[in-house]
């Protein structure tokens, strides 16, 4: 079984910085990337970062300069350093993981139950 834990989200005012973490634990073989995505009221789940295992990042454009994903491979930890966070940032934000369960198993998507990220003033 896979887990996987966003802890970091709250209430910032615009301009200001977050620090999301995501710790993914239980059966985790082998971990090939891990993703933030994000879904705002009333639209759908958008990504906004990756990071594979050897530290290949891609971002969304409109989080580009401002967030940055790592990976913590010893601890199956992956953050997102938001800064100059905007009112559109608002949204809950999740964690997924891409990774092989067992040496058997296939490559799946697991996910994580979100945290709450609001911008405002």
């Known amino acids: 079984q896979v887990q996987l834990v966003e802890s970091g989200g709250g209430l910032v005012q615009p301009g200001g910085s977050l620090r999301l973490s995501c710790a993914a634990s239980?059966?985790?073989?082998?971990?090939?990337?891990m993703s933030w995505y994000r879904r705002a009221p009333g639209r759908q789940r958008a990504l906004v970062a990756t990071i594979t295992s050897d530290g290949t990042t891609n971002y969304a454009d409109s989080v580009k300069g401002r967030f940055t994903i790592s990976i913590y491979n010893a601890n199956n930890t992956a953050c997102l350093q938001m800064n100059s966070l905007k009112p559109e940032d608002a949204a809950v934000y999740y964690c997924?993981?891409?990774?092989?369960?067992?040496?058997?198993?296939?490559?799946?998507?697991?996910w994580g139950k979100g945290t709450q990220v609001t911008v405002s003033s």
């Open positions: 997924s993981a891409f990774l092989r369960a067992t040496p058997e198993g296939i490559p799946l998507d697991y």
């Open positions: 239980g059966s985790t073989f082998s971990i090939y990337s």
